[in-house]
């Protein structure tokens, strides 16, 4: 878009086949089909499905789409499309009929042994279906390839296992709605049909100069830098957060808000994060499928518009070390179909009952399965991040707040609460400025999962990664939760005193995973350790709980996961970490070898001609100086030779590890890493001592600071 003012609601959604744009185009007794379909959960019959084909396509070729995919997102942690034209066949007169069935938009197929299966397909095994999302909307993508019709579409394999993490998402979405309603029916509610997930993913993310990232193989190939010393400045002084945004940061963000204005996302927040070069966009909440396509489009976006601008995005979890990472902050909650939030606890919490029983429910939850939200966080890149003092530690703990955690202890004590903590009259001390109420509670930045009012904020996510498998996660603890506590309260003979001595019975047992204090403390990990709480370090060890008999038990009772399917995720995961980890010891020993010794040795070089030439021209010069300057960066060299030799090794001794997944990545884990960080150690040290010009790469200053 090229004028500088534009009004937001005139291009937002202008792009996407929503409710509007389909109550306009289909007619009447296809539109309430579709509705009463997805509503129901039903399968769409194939007459329905074919109107909306048509009438699909005709609004994407009006956009100027040529092509349509059924976007999805296997295992691999983006998302995947295969572009098909309109073109059906062509005419007696020469022409080209343009068609696109209900049978292509239901139901695409491609190869299904080409992603991650974790062997549930092998590579002779090669069918695999997708099948359309209709809660999700269709949306037409621009780009230098044109426009495309995108249909967000599940995953599957030829004998019907999930591929995907949109599959297990509408199934846990499923169970926690009609075990909820179960519950609600228990406190009177007659009106509500459905409970809804509810999710806003905040999104954290570098800019760099594009060239900058293009002078280092190892944001290329990892997306992080395996070497850099830290410049005279990083975050320290707290400048960034919050603050000024450079024009050509500006320039950028406009462009990737009217992106995402287009396709419906309601990109809302955006302003410098902690570290130099890093920022923050949050969108508004949307239903938990729908949101986590938004964050998929968000990603994809950043990026490409990144591109545009001379600029680079970088999603890892920790790009640079030494600065804050990137994380994404899940924002989740239920609300049903009505508009009612289960988590409002209302002005009087000690009085709502069923609050506090829903509160009482979570806390079971994240406690019995404290290792499967870990777990849901686990990534190669978060390891870098999570308990680092910057991001939550990797001990599960809530944090409900001063108000909450009084009713509670009042709960415990006494078997009833009576009352309700008040937030205050703020002085400013300023006459021109108001006085205001403050909440009743703090928050808490270093809390895992917080309780913020009506939502729960799950702090942990990494910043490339999709925000499906938390939420299947937490959906999934809740309908258990819910479950379990309607088959006591439906046999109840008095309701009021069974829910009484719940409320008080889950709020004993499971206080232990409450915490309000500092989660970056050491005493807090002592204190976890007393509690019993996990404290799950490293992806290889979080990845476990997905087969753990009560995991299994869990996801195969509802059916969001059979055991296969289990398996078959911690399979993926220990692949790819090891391959992920195999990728950056290698891109290590490439630049390495390739670069750094190179430039290290063309500077010794000339350190040694330099003190030739004096020592030619005045025999009696001083040059011990210049003489222990060549003799520290040669110790160095020989310690960078030493530990590249020692990483070449181990590398090779684990890419032999065949047909055990898990070892090689524990191998990895436990040997190959500790081989980068020694070698990475003396190339840093060397950084500070060559001659900028002469050292291969772009710095850490370079790259953070000039955006």
Not at 84 to 109: R, T, V, W, Y
Not at 187 to 202: D, L, M, Q, Y
Not at 232 to 248: S, V
Not at 434 to 450: I, Q, V, Y
Request: with cysteine; net charge negative; charged share 25%.
């Amino acid at each position: 878009m090229d004028n500088k003012y534009f009004n937001v609601a005139d291009i937002f959604g202008e792009n996407v086949f929503n409710d509007s744009v389909m109550q306009e185009r289909l007619p009447k007794k296809t539109y309430q089909k579709l509705k009463q379909t997805i509503a129901e959960g039903k399968e769409l019959d194939i007459e329905t499905a074919d109107v909306i084909a048509h009438e699909m396509k005709e609004w994407a070729i009006e956009k100027g789409a040529t092509h349509y995919t059924h976007w999805f997102q296997p295992l691999t942690g983006v998302t995947a499309e295969k572009h098909d034209s309109f073109i059906s066949a062509p005419m007696e007169n020469g022409k080209i009929l343009m068609s696109f069935s209900g049978k292509e938009l239901i139901k695409g197929e491609p190869d299904a042994s080409s992603f991650p299966s974790g062997g549930l397909r092998a590579t002779f095994e090669a069918r695999g279906y997708t099948a359309w999302d209709p809660t999700s909307p269709a949306f037409v993508r621009e780009d230098a390839a044109g426009a495309i019709l995108c249909i967000p579409t599940a995953f599957c394999s030829y004998t019907g296992e999930a591929l995907d993490q949109k599959t297990p998402l509408l199934r846990s979405m499923e169970v926690v709605s009609e075990q909820a309603i179960r519950l609600l029916r228990l406190f009177g509610n007659t009106t509500s049909k459905r409970v809804i997930p509810s999710v806003g993913a905040e999104q954290e993310y570098f800019l760099i100069d594009r060239e900058h990232f293009l002078a280092r193989k190892d944001l290329q190939y990892t997306g992080r830098t395996l070497f850099g010393a830290m410049p005279p400045k990083g975050q320290e002084m707290d400048d960034h957060y919050f603050g000024t945004i450079p024009e050509r940061i500006e320039s950028y963000m406009r462009d990737v808000n009217i992106e995402l204005w287009k396709l419906g996302v309601s990109s809302k927040t955006q302003h410098n994060e902690v570290a130099p070069a890093q920022h923050e966009l949050a969108p508004i909440y949307a239903q938990a499928n729908v949101a986590v396509d938004h964050n998929q489009i968000i990603m994809e976006t950043l990026r490409k518009v990144a591109n545009r601008h001379g600029l680079q995005c970088l999603l890892h979890e920790k790009p640079f070390a030494g600065v804050n990472g990137s994380g994404k902050h899940n924002n989740w909650s239920l609300v049903t179909d009505d508009g009612i939030n289960l988590f409002e606890p209302g002005k009087n919490p000690h009085d709502n009952i069923q609050f506090l029983l829903i509160l009482t429910l979570i806390m079971q939850a994240v406690d019995k399965h404290a290792d499967l939200l870990r777990e849901s966080a686990a990534d190669i890149g978060n390891d870098h991040r999570l308990g680092a003092d910057e991001a939550p530690p990797a001990i599960i703990s809530i944090f409900l707040g001063e108000q909450l955690e009084d009713v509670l202890e009042q709960l415990i004590s006494t078997g009833s609460a009576t009352h309700s903590k008040k937030g205050e009259k703020l002085d400013t001390g300023v006459k021109t400025l108001p006085d205001f109420r403050k909440d009743a509670t703090d928050r808490n930045r270093t809390s895992p999962f917080a309780f913020t009012g009506n939502k729960f904020e799950f702090r942990m996510v990494g910043s490339q990664d999709s925000v499906g498998e938390p939420n299947i996660v937490l959906n999934t603890i809740m309908a258990e939760a819910f479950s379990d506590a309607c088959d006591i309260l439906e046999q109840a003979e008095d309701f009021e005193l069974a829910v009484h001595n719940m409320i008080k019975e889950l709020a004993t047992k499971h206080q232990r995973i409450v915490f309000s204090g500092n989660g970056y403390s050491n005493e807090w990990r002592e204190e976890a350790a007393r509690r019993g709480l996990p404290n799950i370090s490293s992806t290889v060890d979080a990845i476990p709980a997905l087969t753990t008999d009560k995991a299994i038990e869990l996801f195969e009772r509802f059916g969001v996961f059979t055991r296969i399917e289990l398996e078959s995720r911690a399979e993926i995961e220990y692949e790819q970490y090891a391959k992920a980890i195999n990728i950056e010891a290698k891109t290590m020993i490439d630049v390495t070898s390739k670069q750094i010794i190179p430039a290290v040795m063309n500077y010794t070089t000339e350190i040694g001609l330099s003190i030739n030439t004096v020592v030619d021209a005045c025999p009696d010069a001083d040059v011990s100086t210049q003489r222990e300057l060549l003799l520290e960066i040669c110790d160095l060299l020989r310690d960078t030779r030493v530990a590249m030799s020692k990483l070449q090794d181990d590398v090779t001794e684990g890419q032999q590890i065949k047909g055990d997944n898990e070892k090689r990545a524990h191998f990895y884990h436990d040997v190959v890493a500790v081989d980068m960080a020694a070698l990475r150690a003396p190339i840093d040290a060397l950084e500070m001592i060559v001659d900028k010009e002469a050292w291969p790469m772009p710095s850490y200053g370079d790259m953070i600071f000039e955006v």
